[in-house]
């Protein structure tokens, strides 16, 4: 079945622009879609489509995806942007099935 | 405005079947292109896609877990139900319920994702 990989731990400075990137074989295929989960909450959607922000959610969130990998974009870093970041996309089943192992994102 | 609330045991034994409910409001379970999927996250670790079932009773199941689970709704109560059976000491996790949407994107394929979640539930199984 599909996979999505990401890389366990990224860290940027306050201010200053991240990149979190999620590959994966279905990604060439279906968009992925980016959810942020701060301790002890629910994960809350940051990102869907080709580049589609929930309202509520800041413009510094952005998406983006190139052939096998999907990034989610941070541009100007808040200390409240700390959290766990997963990306999600289909299986090879077609089903909403694949969450990558998600990105523990620090704020310097 | 739309809320997701998950209930059910706190505890289940080895073995049990385990029943978890999801109170929706603010959509119904008829509304096309939108459904109600089940989610956990083990603690610590990672998130990891249950079931979903959509406005047509459409129903997908993990594969991996898919002769253990059952999902249902009952639209007039706003209720979309999961079960597991032959629970074990692996499957202690927080049990989210999301509504799911899907769209077309520009080549026609149908892309998914979750955008309003429950506060969660958390599943301990042990003797």
Redesign the interface.
């Known amino acids: 079945?599909s996979e999505l990989t990401q890389d366990p731990a990224v860290s940027v400075a306050l201010g200053q622009t991240v990149r979190i990137t999620c590959q994966g074989d279905s990604l060439r295929?279906?968009?992925a879609?980016w959810?942020q989960q701060k301790p002890g909450q629910?994960?809350?959607?940051v990102i869907?489509?080709?580049n589609n922000r929930?309202s509520g959610i800041p413009d510094r969130f952005s998406g983006s995806s190139s052939g096998n990998t999907a990034s989610l974009t941070i541009t100007g870093a808040q200390a409240e942007d700390e959290a766990d970041y997963?990306c999600?996309s289909?299986?090879s089943?077609g089903?909403?099935?694949?969450?990558?192992?998600?990105t523990k994102l620090t704020v310097l | 405005q739309v809320t997701l609330k998950e209930s059910g045991p706190v505890l289940v034994k080895p073995t049990e079947t385990l029943t978890l409910t999801c109170t929706v409001s603010g959509f119904s379970l008829s509304n096309a292109r939108m459904g109600v999927?089940w989610?956990r996250q083990p603690p610590g670790k990672?998130?990891?896609?249950l079931a979903?079932i959509f406005s047509n009773d459409e129903k997908?199941?993990?594969?991996s877990l898919k002769s253990r689970l059952t999902i249902s709704k009952d639209t007039s109560k706003s209720q979309v139900v999961l079960t597991m059976t032959n629970m074990d000491p692996v499957d202690t996790a927080t049990y989210?319920c999301?509504r799911?949407l899907y769209?077309y994107?520009s080549s026609g394929?149908p892309?998914?994702?979750?955008?309003?979640?429950?506060?969660?539930t958390l599943v301990t199984v042990s003797s």
């Open positions: 079945s295929s279906y968009y879609s959810y629910a994960p809350v959607l869907y489509g080709k929930p997963y999600n289909r299986d089943s089903n909403p099935g694949v969450f990558g192992g998600g | 999927s989610i990672a998130l990891e896609w979903h997908s199941y993990s594969t989210y999301a799911i769209y994107d394929s892309n998914y994702y979750f955008d309003y979640w429950g506060q969660g």
